[in-house]
């Protein structure tokens, strides 16, 4: 009788679920193995993928939305005579102020309340947002829609990467993170070749109407696919309060990494925000040419790298889990020449041949460096982690990329004429290789198990 209660209570304490409470939450000593008490988590299923497939469609819209006044930023310029600065606070700094302030908070109502339902209602906010800033008669007023937008966008990402990390675990998250970035990508290229021949036929007030209104029923069907999550595992680890935002920034290697993200985010944007501007004015090209070439080379660049880029991580990951970090260093040294070379071609062809193979090698490790932020963290305090890291990378990139290209090209106007913005891309390539030493030095400072 004893030893049958002695083998009990040892299989009992052997059961007995990890206290995944603040206090166990201490910088240098988290990675993807022992710090996620969910690290088995759902893998790929039927449910799991229909919520993949939702999340998907909810970061075609959320880059769309955003691309779409890039792309058309020419004729509103020209309406409402814009200086390339301002120009570049529209497309950029008014979007990120907020994208990056409202983050934090959103990310703590996603941490203790449902998802799906914040989710929902910040998609319908940013789409209404879009379709008003096609009302705009003034830079203050667009600015000030702009802002909105970056409200609503503000809960997308953090509460997405929660969700998939709470179905896959630290080995399936760079291909299912890669699958969602994925609708991201197709959203750029689709809302760049969209709001550009809808710009040229409508005008950029009925092309941003037209966009914003098409999110609305999206969200319905987001809604309706997102149904499950909150019937998901209720664990002690995920009823956990989470961790301090100070005691999050401590984690080993998660400083660096942010860091890595936020320099090559700062290229992307720069890049991505004044390419249609390049091509209209370096090449001549007319607003729906500069669209279909940039749609179509960025949506076949970008979709084919983050695909590629999540199957080689999640295989390379298996291997030593560092490859989350290594992957995206390789990738955008790699690309910083080729991006260069973009932005000093001699035609509309060359330049396009370049960007799509620039943008193939950057985006394959895009997917990638976002699943290695999740085993940063653990579950109860994943999307305040996330509103971290886009907090500190939106304004980086979202909002100082587009504001300093534009602001270089100014300075550069005397000086090199129509071709000021060509020059001040090629310089805003060298934010890559940056990015690819600071992923380096965060592999080197981040402790691996497995």
Request: aromatic share 10%; proline share 5%.
């Amino acid at each position: 009788m004893l030893d049958d209660r002695r083998d009990r209570d040892r299989d009992h304490v052997r059961r007995r679920p990890t206290s995944c409470t603040p206090k166990h939450f201490r910088a240098g000593s988290l990675n993807a193995a022992s710090a996620d008490p969910a690290t088995a988590g759902t893998g790929w299923s039927r449910s799991s993928g229909l919520i993949v497939a939702g999340l998907t469609l909810t970061s075609f819209f959320n880059y769309m939305d955003r691309q779409a006044v890039a792309v058309l930023i020419e004729p509103i310029k020209t309406a409402l005579r814009l200086t390339d600065t301002q120009a570049g606070l529209i497309t950029g700094f008014a979007f990120a102020l907020f994208y990056a302030v409202m983050g934090v908070p959103i990310a703590r109502l996603v941490d203790t309340r449902s998802k799906p339902r914040i989710l929902v209602i910040c998609f319908v906010f940013w789409s209404v947002m879009t379709a008003l800033s096609g009302l705009a008669t003034s830079f203050l007023a667009l600015f000030l829609l702009r802002l909105m937008v970056g409200v609503g966008e503000a809960g997308c990402l953090p509460t997405s990467f929660a969700i998939i990390s709470e179905r896959f675990d630290s080995r399936q998250r760079p291909l299912a993170i890669s699958v969602f970035q994925a609708g991201g990508r197709l959203g750029v290229a689709l809302g760049v070749a969209g709001a550009g021949y809808a710009g040229q036929l409508l005008g950029w007030r009925y092309a941003l109407l037209a966009i914003g209104a098409a999110g609305l029923p999206a969200a319905l069907l987001v809604a309706f696919l997102l149904r499950g999550v909150d019937s998901g595992r209720a664990t002690p680890e995920r009823r956990a309060p989470a961790a301090p935002i100070g005691t999050i920034l401590k984690v080993s290697g998660f400083v660096p990494l942010i860091a890595a993200i936020s320099l090559a985010s700062l290229g992307i944007y720069g890049i991505s925000q004044w390419m249609p501007a390049f091509f209209v004015r370096s090449f001549g090209a007319s607003l729906g040419t500069a669209g279909l070439w940039i749609g179509v080379t960025s949506g076949i660049g970008g979709l084919a790298g983050t695909l590629a880029g999540g199957v080689a991580g999640s295989v390379l990951v298996r291997r030593n889990l560092s490859w989350d970090l290594w992957l995206p260093a390789l990738a955008f040294a790699a690309a910083m020449p080729l991006f260069m070379a973009t932005a000093l071609s001699p035609t509309l062809e060359i330049a396009s041949a370049f960007y799509l193979v620039a943008t193939l090698i950057a985006t394959s490790g895009s997917g990638v460096a976002l699943a290695a932020v999740q085993r940063f963290t653990r579950p109860e305090s994943r999307a305040t982690a996330n509103a971290l890291m886009l907090m500190i990378s939106a304004l980086t990139g979202v909002g100082l990329g587009p504001v300093a290209v534009g602001y270089a090209s100014d300075l550069l106007t005397p000086q090199y004429g129509a071709e000021s913005l060509r020059w001040a891309l090629a310089a805003a390539t060298f934010a890559f290789l940056g990015a690819g030493l600071l992923f380096l030095l965060a592999a080197r400072r981040t402790p691996v198990s497995d």
